[in-house]
């Protein structure tokens, strides 16, 4: 027996519903995934803004930025941190202030492009030469995502004082707990270009090893230690 008229239409507005209710559905659950995306990304991605300012309230690193420039300091923003690179100053006996000025002077001199956020000295103080939400000229096509770290040596072995090392772990590890990495996303510049740098890491694989087991233990210090609220 055929359907009434109006059983038919009560039969396609239930339909029609069903058809809106299932899209309202669809469209909830791509909002809600959008959403939780988003609020992920924005838990799981260190502010590089909020980390600089943490620097400078940990009075062991000062801040001495390099003027704005292009040559040493170009206000690029960094966004995306996925390593910290380690480097050594290559001049011997050098120290942190003296490599500092270089790295002022060329804004005058335009003579190359080359900077660092990090300098350790020989008697392992830390300036920071440029912020880490700003791209330094030290790692050639990483600089993009890489933050680095010169170190001072006071021989041509490049091998660094016990101040230099002590300060280079303290340094290494907090940045790599402030932007959630570990000890395997620790580079040689020698990683990426082949150059000999640092000297002493390069030459003795076994101390470069050694030094990233360092800052691994110094970074599972950090992590179990309270966090203040």
Known sequence: MAASPDTRKRRRKRR???????????LALIITGIITAVVFIVHMKPDTDKVQGEIG???WVDIELLPLNEYSRPGTALKKINAVV????????TTAEQNHSYFTRLADSGETYASSNF???????????VPVNEVAYCSNNRNGDTLSIECCHPDDTGEFTAATYASLVRLTAWLCEAFKL????????????????????V???DEWDG????????LDTLKAEPKNS
Do not use: M, W
């Open 16 to 26: 029609h519903r069903a058809k809106q209710f299932g899209a309202l559905l669809v």
């Open 57 to 59: 309230g940990l009075g």
């Open 86 to 93: 380690i480097h050594y100053v290559g001049n011997a006996g």
């Open 119 to 129: 300098i350790v000295g020989l008697d392992g103080e830390v300036l920071e030469c």
């Open 182 to 201: 570990d000890a395997t996303d620790l580079l040689r510049h020698y990683d990426i270009t082949g150059k000999e740098c640092p000297k002493y890491f």
């Open 203 to 205: 030459d003795h694989p």
């Open 211 to 218: 030094f990233k087991s360092n800052v691994q233990t110094a």
